[in-house]
């Protein structure tokens, strides 16, 4: 079936049905607004981004599911670095005239699916058709308690600088996928489907351990660029300590230059933050509870802006923040 | 200057440079989450949209500031259509390469002028290239006190049907540019830069007075024809009753099928609503306070989808909702 035929209204009733009530949700798809309520004294948190056809996907590289899927965990991983509960999801889709109906409903299925995982709700969004590329627009709210709110700004120096997971591995698939050769299928899981650490995020915040947090989406130094930034700090970051997968491990021993991906590759949907050093000590606790690894990566200090990189020789380099320019040509700015 | 050089960060300081704080605010711009607080109470009232350059708009038929005005009215409509108060949006930018930053810079005033008159505060976004049109995403939250909030889902058999303002306006400025001819300004001034009813939707609420309430975005036929199938009842309109501008019945003098602009053309950002008939005569004073027409166009009906056009001749034809389609290559369903 073509979409034409289908219409925008039918094609917004088939998703209707597909979307259960839920607490909280008054009106979902179907009413001008959704109308909604948040949990008693909770504040409200939102976050929006965009994923465009051949800027941060290509259909050839990746099915519709594990489209519908990102397309939900890189926002909720948003939700998920200020400390908060993700709740609803708004979805707008510009798609072009010859996108089979099949490949929608296989997105829809992988956006539901996702959504079902966090325990959120798609509550409204929009539809029209492109003249040009798949365009997908997705809007998350979440809520924390006031108290438990984590911004980037309380990073203070002496505080400990930790990541959750590996680094590097959706990058290495990136650039396996952009090489036109295969990538392993522990990045490309990765890359193609990553999971937004919402689990971690509310632990922490609830036990209001982290100074400052931020997901991992530019790349490590960029997103540490925005911590230091924020809290008009500098940090000192080892290189050896980085947390690598077995799959990136090898690929490194065979191209010493791939480390570069692990600091400045982006996309991994880790958390990145910052603890007082009394408090370092109960992370091991959450590490183990999750199934999850944190590592301490450096240390906050007191120069702002400045980023320096310990290397294994014992000497440092400054560095700069090279994250994903989504204006440069060559996306690196 | 280009993009490229300012990059996606020094673009996204100088929108935060030019936005104040405001109540409700705790962090706007520049975190991986706005952090938010309504007031006590009242129900969190969200919608998004999509605008597609070449399906939405065209960039030569209309200037960036009046473009930056629409992106935000057309969506503020909507917590208008919900008797709500337009509180906090979100900016998702697609940018082609070759946009200059001027144009960029003139569309973010108009954004945030049309944000301002509207009392609402740009507090997140996402921007990156695009590959092919401009692409702009906007969502926007309001809220209202949980009584007050107006569905599409109350109409009753017996209730009056109103639209404020004038309908078609819009519509025929389309029509002209489409034709390659010049809109007159009125018209031309409902197109590119129209205004949400806020006010009015505010009032009705308040007021307690909608059984049922719409934005007129997709045409009077289409919108009515939604109130009609959540509330499950019918309609009859009478077509002389249509409030129209005088361009659009000069218009209307050399050509009467353009009638069909006003029934089913789209772009009105008008609210229709029902109104019980113990109510209907509170409106006469709330339409001299705001300044501002609210016509009867007819009365809901019993037999549930069922949509009756009662023509000047005293005859009556079945209406379809001929909204606008946005699958459909002709833009009609």
């Known amino acids: 079936m073509k979409l034409a035929e289908l219409g925008e209204f039918g094609f917004i009733e088939r998703i209707r049905r597909a979307v259960a009530g839920a607490p909280g949700v008054h009106l979902g798809i179907g009413d001008d607004c959704a ?31 594990r489209l519908g899927r990102k397309s939900v965990s890189v926002n909720v991983s948003d939700i998920a670095a200020m400390g908060g509960t993700p709740r609803h999801l708004y979805l ?32 409204g969004g929009d539809t029209c058709r492109s003249p040009g590329p798949l365009l997908i627009s997705v809007t998350v709210e979440g809520s924390a308690p ?81 911590i230091l930034e924020a809290s ?9 300590a980085l947390p690598l997968s077995p799959a990136f491990r090898s690929a490194l021993a065979e191209a010493p230059e791939l480390i570069e991906l692990a600091l400045s590759g982006g996309e991994d949907y880790q958390l990145l933050f910052t603890i007082p050093p009394a408090r370092e000590g109960e992370l091991a606790a959450i590490s183990t509870a999750l199934g999850l690894p944190l590592t301490r990566l450096g240390t906050v200090t007191a120069e702002p802006g400045r980023l320096w990189l310990r290397r294994a020789d014992g000497g440092r380099e400054a560095a700069t923040a090279k994250g994903f320019n989504h204006f440069s040509p060559f996306g690196k700015g």
Chains 1, 2 share one sequence.
């Open 232 to 240: 008009a700090v500098g940090a000192e970051i080892e290189i050896a």
């Open 35 to 65: 109308v909604l309520e948040l949990p008693p004294g909770e504040r409200l948190l939102t976050s929006t981004d965009l994923l465009i056809e051949e800027v941060h996907f290509r259909r050839e590289w990746t099915d519709s599911f």
């Open 146 to 226: 006031s108290a438990e709110v984590v911004s980037r700004r309380g990073a203070r120096s002496g505080d400990g600088i930790y990541a959750s997971g590996t680094l590097g591995d959706s990058a290495l698939a990136l650039r396996r996928l952009l090489d036109g050769s295969l990538p392993d299928d522990v990045s490309a899981a990765r890359h193609h489907d990553p999971r937004a650490q919402v689990e971690l995020g509310r632990t922490l915040a609830k036990a209001r351990l982290p100074s400052a947090m931020i997901d991992l989406s530019d790349g490590l130094l960029a997103d540490l660029g925005h």
């Open 92 to 123: 707008g889709l510009g798609i072009p005239a010859d996108l089979p109906v099949e490949e929608l409903d296989a997105f829809i299925s992988g956006f539901l699916s996702a959504c079902r995982d966090y325990g959120a709700t798609l509550v």
